[in-house]
T-cell receptor, first 114, second 114 residues
Framework: AQSVTQLGSHVSVSEGALVLLRCNYS??????LFWYVQYPNQGLQLLLK??????LVKGINGFEAEFKKSETSFHLTKPSAHMSDAAEYFC????????????FGTGTRLQVTL | NAGVMQNPRHLVRRRGQEARLRCSPM?????VYWYRQLPEEGLKFMVY????????ESGMPKERFSAEFPKEGPSILRIQQVVRGDSAAYFC????????????FGPGTRLLVL
């Protein structure tokens, strides 16, 4: 079985500050990991994904995440927050090698203040 | 290339009625997934289908819910005799035949049961 834990259901940062959203996973096999962003009343948009290539993954909108096997983590970061980054962020895990389901965390709502 | 399309975007039903949610995957995609998002929660997997086949329905409630993905036409998620607890956002995602690790999400159908 696979699972994802996102620490902090709400995170607030100032515009221009570092964004750090935490994600820890549990998986019996080497996982695929994803970060999705959801804006209000919209669907999910893929930010980035880890599929066993480079451990530091760069995504859209200046976001990146690092896969750390020893810590079972896949934290999402952005050096400088922008007001438009305010949204809900979901970490997800799947089993590689098959077109399998995504298992999502409960999400982190990011607030960006002036 | 149009994205994943879902309709209707909003659906209101009274208790006991039927709800039909439609999903048209991206062009060239043959894998379809349905997820449910309850208020203030993450997405939960419901069912994974390929054309004319249900591959994984481990997340589907045992009663009242069914899904299909016919040879022609959209995928349908059907909820019979809806109850208030069915009120949620239902998201469809699709993935291509070969690169199966990434799922592309539609905008969702928000079901409200009165």
């Amino acid at each position: 079985a696979q699972s994802v834990t996102q620490l902090g259901s709400h995170v607030s940062v100032s515009e221009g500050a570092l964004v750090l959203l935490r994600c820890n996973y549990s998986s019996s096999v080497p996982p695929y990991l994803f970060w999705y962003v959801q804006y209000p009343n919209q669907g999910l948009q893929l930010l980035l994904k880890y599929t066993s290539a480079a451990t530091l993954v760069k995504g859209i909108n200046g976001f990146e995440a690092e896969f750390k096997k020893s810590e079972t983590s896949f934290h999402l970061t952005k050096p400088s927050a922008h007001m438009s980054d305010a949204a809900e962020y979901f970490c997800a895990v799947s089993r590689p090698g098959t077109a399998s389901k995504l298992t999502f965390g409960t999400g982190t709502r990011l607030q960006v203040t002036l | 290339n149009a994205g994943v399309m879902q309709n209707p975007r909003h659906l209101v039903r009274r208790r006991g009625q039927e709800a039909r949610l439609r999903c048209s995957p991206m062009k060239g995609h043959s894998h379809v997934y349905w997820y449910r998002q309850l208020p203030e929660e993450g997405l939960k997997f419901m069912v994974y289908l390929q054309k004319e086949n249900i591959i994984d329905e481990s997340g589907m409630p045992k009663e009242r819910f069914s899904a299909e993905f016919p040879k022609e036409g959209p995928s349908i998620l059907r909820i019979q005799q809806v109850v208030r607890g069915d009120s949620a956002a239902y998201f469809c995602a699709s993935s291509p035949e070969q690169r199966t690790e990434t799922q592309y999400f539609g905008p969702g159908t928000r079901l409200l049961v009165l």
